[in-house]
Each structure stands twice: as structure tokens, then as C-alpha cells.
């Protein structure tokens, strides 16, 4: 599995982006996709991740009713739509697989590079 993260930028305290995890291999469609994000000086922290045969979502508490990630499973692509942005979640965002539905760094396998989200206040 290989995965690509786009979609960051600079935006202003509650404003929105639109994050994009392509992703290209067979075993794909059966995995757990996950977005983190690590700050800088702070340890990589799970955001929200979802299974993608059948839809079953996680979120952290500190971005749920906040964030939304779905899943395009045609386009072999996961999104993460974060509305209401807080200087915060200012971060380098990453994608990565698992096939375990988890929130733990450690047990996702395979990640993409990622893509820097600014939030000025």
C-alpha cells in the first residue's frame, strides 16, 4: 500500500480545509486508513481513522464535531474535512494504513508523507 497526502495550507482560525489520502495497492480496500498529525516538539497523535469496507468511524475528542473523514472507495481515496479550525491543530498532517481499527501510531503500517496545516489566529 502506498499513500499520498495533499490538501494542507495556511488558513485562518475558523476556517476549513480539505485533506486527501490517495492511495494505490490491492490490499487497500480492506484496510483501516488513519490521519494523524504531529506538532512540532510534540509526539505524532491519532485525529480520526475509518474502515473502509464498511464506513465505522474514530475521532479524538479534540477535533470530533469538528473533523469528518469519509471515504471514497471507487477513487481509492480517504478524506479529512476539518471545519471550525483552532490555531491548535496547527500540524503536519499524515495518512497511514493499519489493518487493525486502531488509534495507535505504532500499529499502522504503512504511511504517506505529510502535508503542513497552518492556522493563524
Known amino acids: 500500500v502506498q499513500l499520498q497526502a495533499c490538501g494542507g495550507g495556511l488558513v485562518q482560525a475558523g476556517g476549513s480545509l480539505r485533506l486527501s489520502c490517495a492511495a494505490s495497492?490491492?490490499?487497500?480496500?480492506?484496510?483501516?486508513v488513519g490521519w494523524f498529525r504531529q506538532a512540532p516538539g510534540k509526539e505524532r497523535e491519532f485525529v480520526a481513522c475509518?474502515?473502509?469496507?464498511?464506513?465505522?468511524?474514530s475521532y479524538a475528542d479534540s477535533v470530533k464535531g469538528r473533523f469528518t473523514i469519509s471515504r471514497d472507495n471507487a477513487k481509492n481515496t480517504v478524506l479529512l474535512q476539518l471545519n471550525s479550525l483552532k490555531p491548535e491543530d496547527t500540524a503536519v498532517y499524515y495518512c497511514?494504513?493499519?489493518?487493525?481499527?486502531?488509534?495507535?501510531?505504532?500499529?499502522?503500517?504503512?504511511w504517506g508523507q505529510g502535508t503542513q496545516v497552518t492556522v493563524s489566529s
Open positions: 497511514a494504513a493499519s489493518t487493525l481499527f486502531t488509534t495507535a501510531p505504532h500499529l499502522y503500517n504503512y
Open positions: 495497492g490491492s490490499a487497500f480496500s480492506r484496510s483501516v
Open positions: 475509518i474502515r473502509l469496507s464498511i464506513g465505522s468511524t
